[in-house]
């Protein structure tokens, strides 16, 4: 059999984000292949043979980032792409029927609710048809540039790790 391989897109304007994606991919890199990919590269979803989709971004503003959005957090002095987002980049497409997926975010950990882009693109995945694995995830930074709390990344990574037996256990057989 073809080894399994899961496409993670993120988005990230300060780089907290992308080290999350990377812990993902890391974790379910113990059993498949997994790719990160920054959404501004603009992979595709589909056609690809992708055994399942992780997507995840920074929320801003209750929600997915927007253009504004990013330009706010780019005259805060973020460095990452501002051009394009998750947002945009499920909006391309109109099916991934039967899809296995999952959604993750960071957003700043407060007691009072702060929204989830991890939810936004759950909703959206679930509209395109895909299959969601575990629920929305957030992972939580202590300010709006960063760092991660401590501990994020490990759990992260075994985030990664739990979907991937998920999409192991789901194959196939035969
Ligand atoms: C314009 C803007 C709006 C934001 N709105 C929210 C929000 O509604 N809730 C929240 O928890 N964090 C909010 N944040 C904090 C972001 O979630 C934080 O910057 C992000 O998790 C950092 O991820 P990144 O380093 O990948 O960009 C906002 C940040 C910016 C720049």
Redesign the pocket.
């Known amino acids: 059999m073809a080894a399994l391989r899961a496409l993670v897109v993120y988005?990230?304007?300060?780089?907290?984000?992308?080290l999350i994606a990377r812990a993902v991919a890391e974790g379910m890199s113990e059993l498949l292949e997994a790719e990160p990919r920054n959404v501004a590269t603009q992979p595709r979803a589909d056609g690809q043979g992708y055994c399942a989709l992780v997507v995840g971004?920074?929320?801003?503003?209750?929600?997915l980032?927007r253009a504004a959005?990013r330009r706010?957090?780019a005259e805060?002095g973020?460095t990452?792409p501002a051009e394009t987002g998750v947002r945009e980049w499920l909006a391309q497409y109109t099916s991934l029927a039967g899809t296995p997926a999952a959604a993750f975010?960071?957003?700043?950990g407060?007691p009072w609710p702060?929204?989830s882009?991890a939810r936004s693109a759950q909703k959206r995945l679930r509209r395109l048809g895909c299959r969601i694995l575990l629920p929305a995830e957030d992972f939580v930074?202590t300010g709006?540039?960063?760092p991660l709390r401590d501990g994020e990344p490990e759990r992260a990574r075994r985030w990664g790790r739990t979907l991937a037996e998920m999409i192991v256990a789901t194959q196939p057989v035969g």
Request: no cysteine.
């Open positions: 988005e990230s304007m300060f780089g907290n984000t992308e971004g920074p929320t801003h503003a209750f929600g980032s959005t706010s957090a805060q973020a990452g975010d960071t957003r700043i407060t702060t929204g882009a930074v709006s540039t960063g």
